[in-house]
Each structure stands twice: as C-alpha cells, then as structure tokens.
Nanobody, 124 residues
C-alpha cells in the first residue's frame, strides 16, 4: 500500500523560499507519476507540478513555472517541490499525490493516493 508523507511547510514572509518534501513508501514507483497539488480555503484543489518517477520528466503549471520546480530522489523515494519568491496567494495546504501510471495528470481525480497535506502560509 502506497503511503505518502509531506513535510516542509510553515509560515514564511513573501519573497522567501520553501522546499516541500514528500516521502513515499510501500512499493517501488518506477511505473508511477507523482504530483503536487494545493488547496486554499474555499477553493478547488489545484495542480502545481508533476513528475514521472522513472524518467524524471516534469510538468509544472504555467502560472508557476517561473518560481516553482519539482524533483525526486529515487534512492530516498522522496519528491520535492522548490518554491521561490513566495507570494501571499501561495498560501494553501499542499498535498502530494501518486497515480499508478508514468503519465503526469493535472486533474486531482487522476490520483488515487494522497498525503495528509502540509500548510504553507505566506505573509505579506
């Protein structure tokens, strides 16, 4: 059974950086894609970035390409989201998710395993 645990969230000031981590366990992930989503209060869950585990191919939402990057460490079974120049609008709960196919999906319903989320709050 796949298990995902996010970490690295917190309260930061606008303009600073954070790196979120998602530790994955339960199986090997060579045939998986993983993604980062975020959800602000009263809003729908939004795709941020995704990575195909074996190839390392990535896709980042257009609005975030200039500030966010995604990577993974296969030896540690851990995925990362590097967020730079954070803005108050980035405030949300950030979730990592996994789907049993190498193809990155941008719709949250494509993913069948989720972490518990980590809160990111950006003050102005």
């Amino acid at each position: 059974q796949v298990h995902l645990v996010e970490s690295g969230g917190g309260l930061v000031r606008a303009g600073t950086s954070l790196r979120l981590s998602c530790a994955a366990s339960g199986r090997t992930f060579d045939d998986y894609a993983m993604g980062w989503f975020r959800q602000a209060p009263g809003q729908e869950r939004e795709f941020v970035a995704g990575i195909s585990w074996e190839s390392g191919g990535t896709y980042i939402a257009n609005s975030k390409k200039d500030r966010f990057s995604i990577s993974r460490d296969t030896a540690k079974s851990t995925m990362y989201l590097q967020m730079n120049n954070l803005k108050p609008d980035d405030t949300a709960v950030y979730y990592c998710a996994a789907r049993p196919t190498p193809s990155i999906g941008t719709w949250h319903a494509y993913y069948d395993t989720w972490g518990q989320g980590t809160q990111v709050t950006v003050s102005s």
